[in-house]
Nanobody, 123 residues
Framework: QVTLIESGGGLAQAGDSLKLSCRVS????????MAWFRQAPGKEREFVAG???????TYYGDAVKDRFTITRVSAKNTALQMNSLEPEDTAVYYC?????????????????WGQGTQVTVSS
């Protein structure tokens, strides 16, 4: 059984930084494509960032490009560094993972999801 364990998030003011972490628990193998999505109240789930299993390729949504950085800590662990936070970044952030991903920004490509962690940014 595969479980994604998220940590980080919380309250921040505009301009602050926060860091999210996600770890894959269970499963076999060391090839895990991982990503972060977010969903604000009343809005659809939005792609934030994704990382190749090797860590050599990263992808970002337009809204967070140049402010957020996704890194691979280990084969089953990724982190999302969020800088220059804006009130518009307020959302529940979800970690996603799978062992075969064609389109990083497509949530349907991921079979495994974390429970979500709240990020709230005040102005």
């Amino acid at each position: 059984q595969v479980t994604l364990i998220e940590s980080g998030g919380g309250l921040a003011q505009a301009g602050d930084s926060l860091k999210l972490s996600c770890r894959v628990s269970g499963g076999t193998g060391l090839v895990w494509y991982m990503a972060w999505f977010r969903q604000a109240p009343g809005k659809e789930r939005e792609f934030v960032a994704g990382i190749h299993w090797s860590g050599r390729r990263t992808y970002y949504g337009d809204a967070v490009k140049d402010r957020f950085t996704i890194t691979r800590v280990s084969a089953k662990n990724t982190a999302l560094q969020m800088n220059s936070l804006e009130p518009e970044d307020t959302a529940v952030y979800y970690c996603a993972a799978d062992q075969n991903v064609n389109t990083y920004s497509d949530s349907h490509d991921y079979d495994y999801w974390g429970q979500g962690t709240q990020v709230t940014v005040s102005s």
